[in-house]
Nanobody, 115 residues
Framework: QAQLVESGGALVQPGGSLRLSCAVSGSLFRFSTMAWYRQAPGKQRELVATVTSSGSTTYADSVKGRFTISRDNPKNTMYLQMNSLKPEDTAVYYC?????????WGQGTQVTVSS
């Protein structure tokens, strides 16, 4: 059973930056379109960004121009570079497949944007 481990979350001031990482076990990572999701308190989980196996990306309108998703297939790792962070970016961030067949969800990593 593949596992997902998210890391890199922290408390950061508005306007700051963070880089999240997602380590994925298993051999299917390099073939999968992957995604970052986030869930704020009292809200449903939402899609933040996707990256295909070849590196093509999409972004939610709320993060376009501020966040960058990327992946390193040989390392089975995906990243989310977050710049110009806003309080509304506060959430638990999760990684998973972008398709309908998902890995088991990891614990996520908490990002808090506050002064």
């Amino acid at each position: 059973q593949a596992q997902l481990v998210e890391s890199g979350g922290a408390l950061v001031q508005p306007g700051g930056s963070l880089r999240l990482s997602c380590a994925v076990s298993g051999s299917l990572f390099r073939f999968s379109t992957m995604a970052w999701y986030r869930q704020a308190p009292g809200k449903q989980r939402e899609l933040v960004a996707t990256v295909t196996s070849s590196g093509s990306t999409t972004y939610a309108d709320s993060v376009k121009g501020r966040f960058t998703i990327s992946r390193d297939n040989p390392k089975n790792t995906m990243y989310l570079q977050m710049n110009s962070l806003k309080p509304e970016d506060t959430a638990v961030y999760y990684c998973n497949s972008a398709g309908t067949i998902k890995y088991s969800w990891g614990q996520g990593t908490q990002v808090t944007v506050s002064s």
